[in-house]
């Protein structure tokens, strides 16, 4: 088995907080999740990862306007330009301080940020300004008498508004002009939120968080400034203690920027004037929410359009028409703040994202619909499990829902929430048609795929906190296990009734599973009590000998031929158990792996911590050579179980916003009275003395969470899995084009003499040569070559040796290929003449079978949704030109007739659900079709 696992999607969180962008085309919405960036393409229906990795959490970003150049800052306050194309970051820019707006200029020359209280503007790498030095500064706009919090670029790309917590926005130029240098606007009661221009004009909009729309008029058009001719001094001197002020020489390139100062008496030095014309109180169209503050958090402009979406802390966000301020429509999607909201190139969707609940809306403001509705899982995820064809994966959290995420786009197309307390275990039944999960509520939930209805509920005789499930071979059986009742129960799921309990455990059931033979029956539980039990499930309720463990059991897995079983302990061991004779044939010391960090309220070091480690989630791969182990690091391990060795170790993420990320703490956040994280930071407003100057919730606390692992599982393809973290569920792939992996190689073999052997029609030693290579592109350049009647020829001699490398070819193929039928053939030619093979050794060649299942079985489907849509069309396009036959034939008839009489007939419909027409052959329409053709 192969170990060139990378980073390849995060499914279970969709939005973490932070600013939200739609690509130019207007399509694909880009999401900041922790310290990664989501691309949701709404038009295909698919969902990606960027393979990029902040320290911190990215907290607001911004796209270029060619969707090129993405800039990203994260909370430490570092910029990083990420290159869309080839999805890397290409600099970064660290600024240590935070940052609450970047936004390029519309013609992507510069991009502005808002650092403390002034804005810096830098010119943008790219063929747009002819400048490749990242990040070079050009101007600072200072003047705000607080921290800068919005910022707008006027459509001509020379003007900049910048929005402060000092209640005024300031408009700068960053060309001299003679009439205009720097406005200031005020007159708000609450701290800048939002800033707008107008399209071509020097009008603008301002938004404050206490709701108030104000509307500017400026005296001076846009196409009416002048530039200052070179030599002219229009700006007064600058003062010489403002230099100190500048200092950035470490964010630029060494050139010293100019500065541009804001004078709030600036009606002296310019003849533009700007005027108030009209304020709008936004809160006025809100409904009463008893007596809770209503705080605008975020807003939108679309220019082309004029409409306006502003998203406030109740849940709700209002679209409105500007100028005039009518409201088009308002919506509550939540009863949580909403904190970015965004238009779309177009003006027709609305992308809104709530950070508390991990929701991430596109909304149609127009048909009033939702384009994409997508939420992770309020609070932490604790187990999840693939489907046994490995395209679903379920999922459930502590927020009592279970969801059902799509494996090739990673949306979630099904959420169940029946439960009242948090999930604890998933299992599908081995037909995939049901999935059985257990929780802390005491019952167990069977959910149909089919219909997506929990059609049975499993119960318990006295009320258990139930901690595990799990599902026999057959499908019928299924067996929970409590946490503070120490049983294990087992239901038959036909029935519904309960069968059987089993006690002897003396501490909670840390896992249970059943063998995954078909021909056993046997049940494996471990316990907090220091034990190992295997139970005969379907014979009788009597264990067998129980086997001692060296300390608590906390989870367990079975080797897929049902002969081995590994159980995790808290000492940080995975102990390998013969279950036919109960004895110990391997241990793993996994300690040393697992590499704790400190966290900021530690009172103990990195290494003293360690000392605890221990796993809390292992699955065995298909071949069963190799065990995948997490648990509370945040590392994911994988062993060879036989030689007891570390083959290879995941970091699960490099995210700084979590805790215990290092194994020492930095001396820059240690105090005189204890670490930085221990005190309390009351720069929201809490420290003010005056009554009534703030409402703040006295009772709120920040908490980091640290990373844990809580499930793992390998998919039933092979081709990668799934672990269920912090951050998510986060989905590792094998990239087969990273490595290099020929079979049996030898100096002759080549691709030029590939082709050679391939023009000479030699077929078969074309075939096997490629194989050997085992490059992909030269394969599939062989197959493809080969005529479809010398398929079934080659399959026949293709070696033993060779077949699995060529099913797992053709498999993943299927996935892609436009060749669908010839792929077919060289699939039935293969199966055909090897089958007793591939059956006799099922247990290597499982994941190429569950692969191939799994794409075939996804081609189908999108090919019977085509060949629905064919079929319906051509009915309805012959239905329609037999319509409009019989309506000329009757207008001729009028225009024969002698007498003039009104023809009032109606067309007679043709009714496509009629039974007589559904079993229409498809011939006959097609031969009807062709004869309205030839008519």
């Not at 060619?66 to 800039?71: D, E, H, M, Q, Y």
């Not at 707008?152 to 917590?165: D, F, Q, T």
């Not at 939120?193 to 108030?212: A, K």
């Not at 493809?784 to 020829?793: A, Q």
Request: negative net charge; proline residues 3%; charged residues 25%.
């Amino acid at each position: 088995m192969k170990f060139s696992f990378q980073f390849s999607n995060l499914f279970g969180t969709v939005y973490r907080g932070g600013d939200l962008a739609f690509t130019p085309d207007g399509n694909t919405v880009l999401s900041p999740v922790g310290n990664k960036v989501s691309m949701f393409d709404l038009k295909n229906h698919k969902s990606e990862t960027l393979p990029v990795e902040s320290r911190f959490s990215y907290t607001t970003m911004d796209l270029s306007p060619n969707g090129v150049s993405l800039l990203a800052v994260n909370e430490d306050g570092e910029i990083q330009l990420i290159s869309l194309i080839s999805r890397t970051i290409l600099h970064r820019l660290r600024t240590n301080r935070t940052i609450n707006c970047v936004k390029f200029s519309p013609d992507s020359k510069h991009f502005a940020i808002t650092k403390e209280d002034c804005a810096f503007v830098y010119s943008a790498p790219g063929p747009h300004s002819r400048d490749y030095s990242p990040f070079s500064m050009e101007r600072v706009l200072k003047g705000a008498y607080d921290d800068t919090t919005c910022l707008a670029w006027s459509s001509c790309s020379r003007l900049v508004a910048v929005g402060a917590k000092d209640m005024t926005v300031r408009i700068y130029a960053l060309h001299k002009f003679s009439n205009l240098s720097v406005c200031c606007l005020g007159g708000m009661t609450d701290p800048a939120v939002g800033t707008f221009f107008e399209s071509g004009s020097l009008d603008c909009y301002s938004l404050s968080r206490g709701g108030q729309l104000a509307v500017w008029e400026s005296s001076v058009e846009l196409e009416d400034l002048q530039l200052v001719v070179e030599g002219e001094k229009i700006q007064k001197e600058r003062k010489e203690g403002e230099e100190d002020d500048v200092g950035e020489a470490e964010e630029g390139t060494g050139d010293k920027a100019e500065t541009i100062t804001a004078d709030d008496s600036t009606g002296a030095n310019t003849k533009a004037v700007y005027k108030r014309t009209a304020k709008h109180f936004l809160r006025d169209h809100l409904e009463g929410e008893g007596g809770r503050r209503i705080e605008l958090t975020c807003g939108d402009y679309h220019q082309k359009t004029k409409i306006l979406v502003a998203g406030f802390n109740t849940g709700a966000f209002l679209l409105l028409s500007l100028p005039d301020c009518s409201l088009v429509h308002s919506l509550a999607i939540s009863e949580q703040q909403i904190s970015s909201v965004r238009f779309n190139t177009s003006g027709d969707w609305v992308v809104l994202g709530c950070p508390e609940l991990g929701q991430l809306l596109v909304w149609e403001w127009q048909s009033e619909t939702y384009v994409m509705k997508q939420q992770g899982h309020g609070s932490g995820m604790t187990s999840l499990v693939y489907s046994p064809d490995g395209s679903l994966v379920a999922t459930g959290g502590e927020d009592t829902k279970i969801k059902i995420w799509n494996c090739s786009t990673g949306f979630c197309f099904v959420t169940f929430s029946e439960h009242e307390s948090g999930v604890t275990g998933l299992a599908f039944t081995p037909n995939g048609k049901v999935v059985i999960s257990s929780s802390l509520d005491g019952t167990v939930r069977a959910f149909d795929m089919t219909r997506y209805r929990n059609f049975k509920t499993l119960t318990t005789p006295r009320p258990v906190q139930l901690s595990c499930v799990g599902v026999d071979s057959s499908g019928d059986l299924v067996a929970a296990g409590g946490l503070d009742v120490f049983e294990v129960y087992l239901w038959s799921l036909t029935t519904g009734r309960l069968v059987e309990v089993l006690a002897g455990h003396e501490g909670p059931v840390g896992g249970l599973a059943f063998s995954p033979s078909p021909t056993s029956s046997q049940l494996a539980t471990v316990s907090w009590d220091n034990t190992l039990r295997i139970w005969d499930a379907v014979g009788t309720s009597a264990t067998k000998e129980a086997i001692a463990l060296g300390s608590d059991g906390l989870a367990l897995a079975w080797r897929p031929d049902g002969q081995m079983v590994s159980v995790a302990t808290l000492t940080g061991q995975v102990v390998t158990f013969d279950t036919r004779t109960g004895t110990q044939v391997g241990t793993i010391d996994g300690r040393r792996d697992l590499g704790m960090g400190r966290g900021d309220l530690d009172k103990i070091s990195a290494k003293k911590k360690r000392e605890a480690a221990h796993f809390s989630s292992l699955c065995y791969s298909a071949d069963g050579s190799t065990i995948l182990a997490g648990g509370q690091s945040k590392h994911i391990c994988i062993y060879h179980v036989e030689e007891s060795l570390l083959l290879k170790k995941f970091e699960v993420t490099q995210n700084r916003s979590f805790q215990g990320m290092d194994e020492t703490i930095n001396k820059r956040k240690m105090t005189e009275f204890g670490p930085l994280a221990c005190l309390e930071d009351r720069s929201d407003g809490t420290a003010l003395k005056l009554p009534g100057t703030k409402a703040v919730d006295m009772s709120s606390r920040s908490l980091k969470l640290e990373v844990r692992v809580t499930a793992l599982q390998f998919s039933p393809t092979g081709r990668s899995f799934c672990a269920v973290t912090t951050e998510g569920l986060l989905v590792y792939s094998l990239d087969r084009h990273l490595v290099f992996d020929p079979l049996d190689l030898a100096i002759k073999i080549t691709p030029h003499s590939i082709r050679k052997e391939l023009d000479r029609k030699n077929y078969n030693k074309a075939l096997v040569m490629a194989l050997r290579l085992a490059e992909k592109p030269l394969i599939r350049q062989v197959l493809e070559t080969v005529p479809h009647t010398d398929i079934s020829l080659l399959a026949q001699q293709t070696s033993l040796a060779h077949l699995p490398s060529l099913l797992m070819f053709v498999a993943e193929e299927a996935e892609v290929t436009r060749h669908i039928q010839f792929y077919l053939l060289w699939t039935k030619a293969l199966l055909l003449s090897h089958g007793t093979y591939l059956k006799s050794e099922s247990k290597h060649n499982l994941p190429v079978l569950n692969l191939l299942i799994k794409n075939l079985s996804r081609k189908s489907e999108d090919l019977g949704k085509i060949c629905d849509h064919n079929k319906y069309s051509i009915r309805y396009l012959i239905a329609l030109s037999e319509t409009k036959r019989k309506g000329e034939e009757a207008k001729d008839i009028a225009n024969d007739s002698d007498d003039e009489m009104e023809v009032t007939g109606k067309v007679k419909e043709v009714n496509i659900d009629d039974d007589s027409d559904s079993d229409v052959d498809m011939t006959e329409l097609a031969a009807k079709w062709s004869d309205e053709g030839d008519e």
